[in-house]
């Protein structure tokens, strides 16, 4: 079935530190990959997307992940976490011929550390 | 550019009701999908419409239901309302076409069921 997994329900960083977010995904193929953030009580921020082409991608607030096809994943990292991080982080495929159809994986919240 | 409304922001009803919620796309998108987010499930695909036709539809039973209009707001209508519809029903829309478009999500409407 096709399904995608975020294993980490819950991480507390300081703030300066890195920080990494896993994400993976079952498909027969390649899908097309997202990352969005959640606030409390708001909607969902696109922080970035990969189609194609480079594996590394640059989002919005100083994010970026990397697609890794032998691994299936779309790993989202900050090199430095500021406090208005904090907020649940959800990564999200849509298929080419679904286009409006996002499955969201269970999300990651994060917390950060003064 | 105005971004996606939803409206009411915040309901709350009796089992048995029924209840409709209102999302207005970003002006010129003709995609309309709408999700349930809640604790337990995460975020579920309820239905996509496009160009006032349901395009896509998840696993929901058919007390979910919804349209689009000519001017591509969409309503979603939950009928005999259960508990567990309470829950924040989030509306994204995007511009016609596949899955790499980027969907845009508004603030959503809280539903209670008590």
């Known amino acids: 079935a096709q399904s995608v997994t975020q294993p980490d329900i819950h991480i507390t960083v300081s703030e300066g530190a890195s920080l990494e977010l896993r994400c993976n995904y079952s498909y027969g193929a390649t899908p097309y990959l997202f990352w969005y953030v959640q606030s409390p009580g708001q909607g969902l921020q696109l922080l970035l997307k990969y189609f194609s082409g480079d594996t590394l991608v640059q989002g919005i607030k100083g994010f970026e992940a990397e697609f890794k096809r032998s691994q299936s994943s779309f790993n989202l990292r900050k090199p430095s976490v500021h406090w208005s991080d904090a907020a649940e982080y959800f990564c999200?495929?849509?298929?080419?011929?679904?286009?409006?159809?996002?499955?969201f994986g269970q999300g990651t919240e994060l917390s950060v550390k003064p | 550019k105005a971004g996606v409304t939803q409206t009411p922001r915040y309901l709350i009803k009796t089992r048995g009701q029924q209840v409709t919620l209102s999302c207005s796309p970003i002006?010129?998108?003709?995609?309309v999908s709408w999700y349930q987010q809640t604790p337990g499930q995460g975020l579920q695909f309820l239905f996509e419409y496009f160009s006032e036709t349901q395009r896509n539809k998840g696993n929901f039973p058919g007390r979910f239901s919804g349209r689009q209009f000519s001017n591509s707001r969409s309503e979603m209508n939950v009928s005999t309302l259960e508990l567990g519809d309470s829950a924040l029903y989030l509306c994204?829309?995007?511009?016609?076409?596949?899955?790499?478009?980027?969907?845009?999500f508004g603030p959503g409407t809280r539903l209670t069921v008590l």
């Open positions: 002006s010129g998108h003709r995609s």
């Open positions: 994204a829309s995007s511009p016609p076409a596949s899955g790499r478009d980027t969907q845009y």
């Open positions: 999200a495929v849509a298929l080419y011929n679904q286009g409006g159809k996002l499955i």
